[in-house]
């Protein structure tokens, strides 16, 4: 079971790797220039360590309480912990005590809590805004408002224990990819102007990683595409 799913990883990541590979090079990108979060959400510890093992060096999780067991259970793996999940207030500083990146933060109000924990933790977490790339008004959007995005980017560069390192966004349902990654490259090099350390774009999921590539994303999270359909839906 366990060398038949280490076969399966291993093939779907090579896919993967070359998809990139691929977007980069059409792009006159380097692939050097992306790096692939894998997104384990769903998946057990026991695919984050044959991950590991296969050369995966930054997981991402959604979940707090999924999230903070897993990175406990693969400590030891050294690997660098992405939380992409919208974030209770109340969960803002349990979340920085273990992860290693925070690419959601999309409110002023969750910066004092993380800057908390990762303080407790003693470590400085690095941290994105998340960036909204749905029309206003769309019920369950996540993200701050273009307008919002320069006063939680100061809020995060205050903050002791955080480091501003970019943005994050996933695109919107149902409509084209391409256009909202522009868009986020346009709210990307806005912050760079002010904020030269920003230098991240996190964008891009299984279905839409060229687009993102192609639109100058440093980062991509990819869960489907390497780990299969996810066992559980919500
Ligand atoms: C689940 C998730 C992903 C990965 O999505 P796939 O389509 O499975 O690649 C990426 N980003 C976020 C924020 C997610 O929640």
Wanted: charged fraction near 25%; charge should be negative.
């Amino acid at each position: 079971m366990t060398a038949d799913r280490r076969a399966e990883l291993e093939a779907s990541l090579a896919a993967v790797r070359e998809r990139i590979a691929r977007a980069c090079a059409a792009a006159g990108r380097s692939a050097e220039e992306v790096t692939l979060v894998v997104v384990t959400k769903f998946f057990p510890a026991s695919d984050v360590r044959i991950l590991a093992d296969l050369g995966v060096r930054a997981v991402g999780e959604n979940r707090h309480q999924e999230a903070e067991a897993k990175a406990a259970e693969c400590a030891d793996l050294g690997l660098s912990w992405h939380f992409i999940g919208s974030i209770q207030s109340n969960k803002a500083a349990a979340i920085a005590r273990y992860a290693d990146v925070v690419e959601s933060v999309d409110r002023v109000k969750l910066v004092g809590a993380l800057d908390r924990g990762a303080h407790e933790s003693g470590r400085a977490v690095d941290c994105l805004v998340q960036v909204s790339l749905d029309p206003p008004g769309r019920a369950g959007r996540s993200g701050a408002d273009a307008s919002d995005v320069r006063r939680v980017a100061a809020a995060l560069e205050e903050a002791g224990s955080l480091r501003l390192r970019g943005v994050m966004a996933v695109a919107p349902l149902g409509e084209p990819a391409r256009p909202a990654f522009e868009h986020l490259a346009e709210v990307a090099a806005q912050l760079r102007a002010e904020h030269p350390g920003a230098t991240v774009v996190s964008a891009g999921m299984s279905g839409d990683l060229e687009d993102a590539v192609a639109c100058g994303a440093t980062h991509v999270r990819i869960g489907s595409a390497v780990l299969g359909p996810r066992p559980v839906t919500r």
